[in-house]
């Protein structure tokens, strides 16, 4: 058995900050019926950005065809057909909350054959219809690699498109046995150069990944067009998902974060706390003239 990495250091204590914007949100997000991955996937952040008003909406419920090792979303149940009247109340939420840049992001439904496209493209749409000045961020699953099903939803031209490569290539069949890397890598590409999209993407680490793996992770990013990367401490959710290895020190993120701008990428976010959608409204959308 591996060891454990020991109790958790200091940098690593949530404080709970719950601004009087708390409350309002998780009424809001309850009295919409609306799914968070904030709540389904145990965010650490979620005192923080809820009493700050901002949430990330997951799209098409919350049960997940998947079993990603390190996700606490729900697998075991079967998913429920998408609901047709979400995208609207999605938009509502966006308008009461007043948000500038809204996250979105989807349980993967592999059961359904377009992946849950047509919703994230109807959501879109919903969003832009009642807030036409947002901007918008989709942290998109891989849809399976399917051509189609990503067109649909890059073609509706978010602000950001973002897909996380989570780990390092050689992890993947212990994190996410039923995804592949390469995939996710040609999901940013196809973005980038296809659909000249800003491109986002992110990973975690202390899951037994090396550091020049992750700097290798780093380089493919951006040869395959990435422009804005964020980078986290993999914490486990409950004791049946994957062990962490080892608590990443501050410092070593901030070497990761140094790293990762020396090569190139324009917003860089790396430290313990940093999911993909943390602090997201900081993540400017790309100029088109910045984008190669
Ligand atoms: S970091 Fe993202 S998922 Fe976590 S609480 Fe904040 S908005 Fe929600």
Known sequence: MEPGPGPKPDWLKIKLATGSSFASTRQLLTRHSLHTVCRSAMCPNLHECWSKGTATFLLLGNVCTRSCRFCAVATESRPELPDTREPARIAEAVKTMKLRHAVLTSVNRDDLPDGGAGHWAETIRAIRAVNPSVSIECLIPDFNGNDQSLDQVMAEAP??????????????????????????????????????????????????ETSPEVEASLLDLRRHGCDMVTIGQYLQPTAAHLPVTRYVTPDEFEYYRCFAQQAGFRHVQSAPFVRSSYHAEAFSPAEPEALS
Request: hydrophobic share 40%; net charge positive.
């Open 159 to 208: 602000e950001v498109l973002n897909h996380n490569i989570e780990t390092v290539p050689s992890l993947y069949h212990k994190v996410r046995p039923q995804a592949d890397y390469s995939v996710s890598l040609s999901i940013i590409e196809r973005a980038r150069q296809k659909f000249r999209l800003a491109t986002k993407s992110g990973m975690m680490v202390g899951m037994g």
